[in-house]
């Protein structure tokens, strides 16, 4: 069973770069982007075509899983050497008989008797898991992108005037995404459970990056990105 009554927050994040500056940066790491092994282009053979802000989006959920069920388990007893079978509510279990040469060097001053019984456990299990905007998997911790998302400034996206890009996957499947994850690993014994998912946050967050179209010798063009909030070239 599911709870679905967490509201998606949606964050936009401020650009702590301007235009000037992150044309600066494509300015300084042009040259590098084309260049090869056996050929290092001059500067003025790479041209900037256009230079432009997105919002990107991703997506990170936290969840926690609890769950209560019954499973199959083997138990083994050590007992007095003496001791033959043991007898529990009725049900005889016998001494597991030792076999093969190996069993020779084996401590005898104990049996063993080995019990089938079921289980009872409960488990708790806390996730996350997050998106970039195409849907594919990231790598974010959900504490430290709090702590991120506590100290930098916020804007509001406009959606006539700002390029954004919305998430290509949807908050459906992230979810059942993190329910995957949580439910590991999977028990193959269990025989019945009853199990609850609680969808702790839901973040849609907007993060600012510049891209840049570059034209290099031959005509050839090729895409240099920068995260407007962390100054880094990606």
Do not use: W
């Not at 005037?161 to 193959?188: C, M, V, W």
């Not at 973040?203 to 990056?209: F, G, K, M, N």
Request: zero cysteines; glycine letters at 2%.
């Amino acid at each position: 069973m599911a709870k679905n009554d967490t509201k998606i927050k949606v964050i936009s994040l401020k650009p702590l770069l301007d235009l000037d500056a992150a044309e600066e940066m494509v300015d300084s790491r042009k040259v590098k982007t084309f260049q090869t092994l056996l050929h290092k282009p001059k500067k003025s053979d790479v041209h900037l075509h256009s230079l432009t802000l997105h919002y990107e989006s991703i997506l990170l959920l936290s969840g926690k899983y609890s769950v209560d069920f019954i499973r199959d388990a083997d138990h083994t007893l050590h007992v007095d050497k003496d001791v033959q079978e043991i007898i529990i509510s009725d049900e005889v279990f016998p001494v597991k008989k030792k076999r093969g040469v190996l069993s020779k060097l084996e401590p005898s001053f104990k049996n063993k008797i080995k019990i089938q019984m079921q289980e009872r456990v409960m488990l708790e299990n806390d996730a996350d898991v997050s998106f970039d905007h195409h849907g594919k998997a990231m790598n974010l911790s959900y504490r430290d992108t709090l702590k991120l998302l506590d100290k930098h400034p916020k804007k509001t996206i406009n959606d006539d005037k700002d390029s954004i890009r919305r998430p290509e996957i949807t908050i459906e499947a992230a979810k059942l995404k993190l329910i995957a994850k949580l439910k590991k690993p999977a028990d193959a014994g269990i025989k019945s459970s009853e199990e609850t998912f609680e969808f702790r946050d839901i973040l849609e967050i907007y993060v600012p990056i510049y891209e840049a179209r570059l034209i290099g010798p031959k005509k050839r063009v090729k895409i240099l990105r920068i995260d407007a909030v962390r100054k880094k070239i990606l």
